[in-house]
């Protein structure tokens, strides 16, 4: 099994920018899609962005299209979300996902990293 651990929140305000990572240990050996969901105060966790194994395919929730980028380098298990342009309605637990392929990590992924917590203020 692989574990995932979240970095890089913290407070912004609207318009800026901030970096998530989330680097995975354990069973990195084996080949996972990776993904990005958040949960706001009160509502449900939602599907944000994922990437292929080899990057090369993404996907982003229509309300972070053209704001958000996921990205990852392999050679150092890590997987990156790049926020611009953010909005306070930007505000949650981002939580790092990892699956066996795309569809499975945007849907029902195997694994959850602990989230970390990216505050907007306006």
């Known amino acids: 099994q692989v574990q995932l651990v979240e970095s890089g929140g913290g407070l912004v305000q609207a318009g800026g920018s901030q970096r998530l990572s989330c680097v995975a240990s354990g069973r990195t050996d084996r080949t996972y899609a990776m993904g990005w969901f958040r949960q706001a105060p009160g509502k449900d966790r939602v599907f944000v962005a994922a990437?292929?194994?080899?990057?090369?395919?993404?996907y982003y929730a229509d309300s972070v299209k053209g704001r958000f980028t996921i990205s990852r380098e392999n050679a150092k298990n890590t997987v990156y979300l790049q926020m611009n342009s953010l909005k306070p309605e930007d505000t949650a637990v981002y939580y790092c996902?990892?699956?066996?392929?795309?569809?499975?990590?945007?849907?029902?992924?195997?694994?959850w990293g602990q989230g970390t917590q990216v505050t907007v203020s306006s």
């Open positions: 990437i292929s194994w080899s990057g090369s395919t993404t």
């Open positions: 996902a990892a699956g066996d392929t795309s569809g499975e990590v945007r849907t029902k992924p195997r694994v």
